[in-house]
């Protein structure tokens, strides 16, 4: 079965909007590896940076552990996510040591700018998984396998300017949504930090709203993680959709949005 490899942003990014699908694939045999690009220092109220560094590693390590996948250091400190060559070079490293087929990433428009620039880096430490001439920190062997890249639905499902993103392929989370509330619940310091920076009410409960939106999105679930695929051009030599053959039975395909992409 094909090995998953999910890059985020921030500690939780990954469970808001990703650990649905994920545990899914998981029960249908494929292998997991989580990775956030960014460590959470910045993610509290009340911690100095040493302490919320550690906090949030273990709780995404226990997060990934509960999922059953491979956990990876982040790389650098929050709003320090940039498409700059250092990190680029380093998730070079990682993408190539994990061997994914299907890497799984945040939507390329998004609330927040750090999580567009994570987008940018996995994409590309994706496209350059196989080019021998392209550095990588440590140095590490390309590979040359194909990949398919897919990308989340924004916060809300809104992008910046509030306009509605709809996915192409709408995954039926419903059966594993008390698993992905375990998941998020891993990490406790930023219940705090929500609810005295944005106003949360409930940290879980703003999860689960989230997966009802997409469910609504859709039409067809009471809660669902959206889909959108990646062009293949440089990352796979054929259109594939590696998806469709995982969790092609616990999913639906939006007809319109095919349309869309056409121009209809």
Known sequence: MPTVFAIACHP????FTMAGTMLLMKQRGCDLHYMTIANGSWGTATMRRDEIIAA??????AAARLMGAVFHESLVDDLEVFYERKTLLRLIAAVREVKPDIVLLQSP??????????VRLGVTAVFCRGMVNAPCEPPTE????DVTIYH???HGTRDPM??????ERYVDIGPVMAKKRELLACHKSQKEWL???????S???SMTEAGEIVGKLCGKYTYAEGWRRHNHVGLSAREIDPMADILGDVSWVDPAYEKYLLGE
């Open 12 to 15: 939780d990014d990954i469970e």
């Open 56 to 61: 949030r590693r273990g709780e995404a390590a």
């Open 109 to 118: 428009v998004d609330y927040m700018e750090d999580h567009q620039n994570a």
């Open 142 to 145: 390309p590979t040359f396998q």
């Open 152 to 154: 989340a639905l924004p």
């Open 162 to 167: 509030r306009r509605v993103v709809r996915a």
């Open 195 to 201: 609810d005295v920076s944005q106003g949360y009410d």
């Open 203 to 205: 940290y879980l409960d």
